[in-house]
T-cell receptor
Framework: DAGVIQSPRHEVTEMGQEVTLRCKPI?????LFWYRQTMMRGLELLIY????????DSGMPEDRFSAKMPNASFSTLKIQPSEPRDSAVYFC???????????FGPGTRLTVL | GESVGLHLPTLSVQEGDNSIINCAYS??????FIWYKQESGKGPQFIID?????DKRQGQRVTVLLNKTVKHLSLQIAATQPGDSAVYFC?????????????FGKGTLLTVNP
């Protein structure tokens, strides 16, 4: 099993630019989660999909953030325009529907200059 | 709402000693808890989990204890090794029937000295 795949692993961009992070969940998993991790705030849930449908997006910071899941094997998290305070590590995780155990990807380290 | 927090942000132990990492939670209705290990530059990795109808669960060199009376969770690592050095997170579920989100604590950094 390849596990959760995220790309890119590192992204450096300038303030105001659009950033797109990508995630491929584990095959067969029905639920997908996007998290943001910073030293100050720890691991924060941004949005949660079940069967490709967004269930809870209450953690999305503001309108600059958007997430999509067009099919069961792909999701994107987009930030437009990006700001320096968006600098963090963004994780994607997936799980089987009806279970709690989430499996995390390696993360994308985003730096906004 | 539920919250999960950690008592000790850092823990330093000698190789071969046992480690105990503690966690407190606030939602008495949480019915599932999980421990993750995060090594530098990697994503959190599942270690062990426990349901609220259990007090103790053992894995390979790890044991999770749950005290529902005081809403406390601990992870015990036996014969700690240098490879155990990492940040350890506890996470708890919401109330039964809500959804399958987890709320994470802020993590404890475990350092194993050779």
């Amino acid at each position: 099993d390849a596990g959760v795949i995220q790309s890119p692993r590192h992204e450096v961009t300038e303030m105001g630019q659009e950033v797109t992070l990508r995630c491929k969940p584990i095959s067969g998993h029905n639920s997908l989660f996007w998290y943001r991790q910073t030293m100050m705030r720890g691991l924060e849930l941004l949005i949660y999909f079940n069967n490709n449908v967004p269930i809870d997006d209450s953690g999305m910071p503001e309108d600059r953030f958007s997430a999509k899941m067009p099919n069961a094997s792909f999701s994107t998290l987009k930030i437009q325009p990006s700001e320096p305070r968006d600098s963090a590590v963004y994780f994607c995780a997936s799980s089987l529907a009806g279970t709690y155990t989430q499996y995390f990807g390696p993360g994308t380290r985003l730096t906004v200059l | 709402g539920e919250s999960v927090g950690l008592h000790l942000p850092t823990l330093s132990v000698q190789e071969g000693d046992n480690s105990i990492i503690n966690c407190a939670y606030s939602n008495s209705a949480s019915d599932y808890f999980i421990w993750y290990k995060q090594e530098s530059g990697k994503g959190p990795q599942f270690i062990i989990d426990i349901r609220s109808n259990m007090d103790k669960r053992q894995g390979q060199r790890v044991t999770v204890l749950l005290n529902k009376t005081v809403k406390h969770l601990s992870l015990q690592i036996a014969a700690t090794q240098p490879g155990d050095s990492a940040v350890y997170f506890c996470a708890g579920s919401g109330s039964p029937g809500s959804n399958y989100k987890l709320t994470f604590g802020k993590g404890t950094l475990l350092t194993v000295n050779p």
